[in-house]
């Protein structure tokens, strides 16, 4: 599965950004679709997933009530609707395919919140 994020920028704190991750190749399987940030210095955070089935989502604590993430199951694409955005939103994300016991990853995008 190959993985091309786009949406990443400068935005001002408070401000929205909406980041895609659009899948191709082997989709079919694809269990669940994710995004995952890592800020300098700092260890890898789950931001959010979904469910390519039942479109089940999770969001961690840091991002619940701003962060949104959206599927389109037809264009093998993920969405992250991003709001009130705070300088500690600062990172690159990162698009994650999970297809049984295997991941995949897209090569990042940088969102940086300006205080």
């Known amino acids: 599965v190959q993985l091309v994020e786009s949406g990443g920028g400068l935005v001002e704190a408070g401000g929205s950004l909406r980041l895609s991750c659009a899948a191709s190749g082997s989709t079919l399987g694809i269990d669940a679709m994710g995004w995952y940030r890592q800020a300098p210095g700092k260890q890898p955070e789950l931001v959010a997933t979904?469910?390519?089935?039942?479109?089940?989502?999770y969001y961690s604590d840091s991002v619940k009530g701003r962060f949104t993430i959206s599927r389109d199951n037809t264009k093998n694409t993920i969405f992250l609707q991003m709001t009130t955005l705070k300088p500690e939103d600062t990172a690159v994300y990162y698009c994650?395919?999970?297809?049984?016991?295997?991941?995949?990853w897209g090569q990042g995008t940088q969102v940086t919140v300006s205080s």
């Open positions: 979904i469910t390519r089935g039942a479109g089940v989502t």
């Open positions: 994650n395919a999970r297809r049984g016991p295997f991941n995949s």
